[in-house]
C-alpha cells in the first residue's frame, strides 16, 4: 500500500514520475 505522503514526495522529486506512479498506483486498485 502506498501513502500519500509517499505520492508528494515523488511530485516534490518530478511531476513526470508523479504521474507514471499515480497510473500505475490508479490501475492496481482498479484490478
Known amino acids: ?3 500519500p505522503d509517499d505520492v508528494l514526495y ?3 522529486r518530478g511531476l513526470g514520475v508523479y504521474t507514471v506512479r499515480l497510473n ?3 490501475k492496481l486498485k482498479g484490478e
Open 1 to 3: 500500500n502506498h501513502n
Open 10 to 12: 515523488l511530485e516534490v
Open 24 to 26: 500505475n498506483f490508479t
